[in-house]
């Protein structure tokens, strides 16, 4: 059988930095600063993401996010490999449970982009995800504890696993008396929106389960229109539409640029759900914003915005039982 097109796609994703940037149409002296091929979490950007950049803009927000710096080198005495406490969260192999009500299922390590940024970039994977073999183990834990009623398929990103396997999954979970709703983390719908199959609807659709996904975008400009129609279709089948964004210098740390995100996702179906202070996690630290800023944007969000458009400005601290909003940091 042929793999489908969205996997096709994931194939020809960049990985190389030279032919991102002859394709962006840009030089490494343009760069601002020193690039080096990481070993590890190197490059990865899908052609449909990079589609959405600006050629030729050194500064773009979406190229910010994917291009690999040398800044990545500095070392930060509070930026860690493992920034929230994942390690010790993990309850049985390929699941956390840090807050009651929820569980969090890596469901794979694989992403289709690889966000500079991101907080699990040293989460050492390697067997701690959710393979078949642990799956069962998961599903034992979930039947001994009646309060979980939510489970999160996460990762890496969950749609990275092809129909076959998540159908089988969330089939299972379904089995699961006291389980309400299944959420899905995912960034895939913004680098790479023919993910959103027939397949796949089939599958969210059909399940008892109601169905929640929270996609992760940062900029207004990854609102792109082939997006705009997988969110369309997701809406029309019932699914609540949710994003995360990850508050980052140099690419979402304005006032406009939040307020536009804001409403564009509402434009597009999705509602604001949280506006994270970035993780402190070892080689992001050229993206953190300062506390006093977060709080003063957020101000101006809520001046700006109608309150169902004003995501909640919170911060991940180890061993709480919940995200913190930053006012009580
Ligand atoms: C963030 C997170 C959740 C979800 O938290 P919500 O506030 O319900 O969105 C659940 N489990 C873990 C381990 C998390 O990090
Ligand atoms: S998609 Fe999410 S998990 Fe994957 S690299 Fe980006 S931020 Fe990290």
């Not at 190197?42 to 040398?70: N, T």
Request: contains cysteine; hydrophobic residues 40%.
């Amino acid at each position: 059988m042929q793999a489908p097109d969205w996997q096709q796609a994931l194939k020809q994703a960049f990985s190389e930095l030279d032919e991102l940037l002859r394709y962006l149409k840009l030089t490494e002296q343009e760069l601002k600063s020193p690039l080096k091929n990481p070993e590890s979490f190197g490059l990865r950007v899908p052609r449909e993401f990079a589609d959405l950049i600006r050629k030729g803009d050194p500064s773009d927000p979406l190229l910010l996010q994917v291009l690999p710096s040398g800044l990545e080198a500095i070392t930060h005495p509070f930026f860690k490999t493992d920034p929230v406490g994942d390690l010790e969260a993990r309850t049985v192999p390929g699941l956390l449970h840090k807050y009651q009500g929820r569980v969090l299922i890596m469901a794979t390590g694989a992403c289709a982009v690889h966000c500079r940024y991101c907080f699990r970039r040293h989460y050492p994977y390697t067997g701690a995800t959710a393979s078949p073999q642990k799956w069962q183990g998961i599903l034992d834990y979930l039947r001994t504890d009646p309060s979980i009623r939510e489970v999160i398929l996460s990762g890496g990103d969950p749609l990275m696993l092809e129909d076959d396997r998540l159908g089988e999954w969330i089939e299972q979970l379904a089995g699961i008396s006291q389980l309400q709703r299944l959420r899905l983390h995912t960034r895939l719908p913004v680098v790479l929106p023919q993910r959103i199959t027939g397949g796949l609807m089939d599958l969210l659709s059909r399940s008892p389960l109601q169905p929640v996904i929270v996609l992760h975008i940062n900029h207004p400009r990854e609102l792109s229109p082939a997006l705009i129609t997988a969110t369309r279709t997701l809406q029309a089948a019932g699914i609540t539409l949710l994003n995360q964004s990850v508050l980052l210098r140099g690419v979402n740390d304005s006032e406009q640029t939040l307020i536009t995100l804001s409403e564009a996702l509402f434009a597009g179906g999705i509602l604001p759900y949280y506006l994270h202070m970035l993780d402190r996690v070892a080689g992001a630290s050229h993206f953190e914003v300062s506390t006093e800023k977060a709080k003063k944007l957020h101000r101006e969000m809520r001046q700006n915005l109608p309150g169902y458009l004003v995501p909640k400005l919170v911060r991940e601290i180890s061993g709480k039982g919940s995200k913190t909003p930053l006012d009580l940091t």
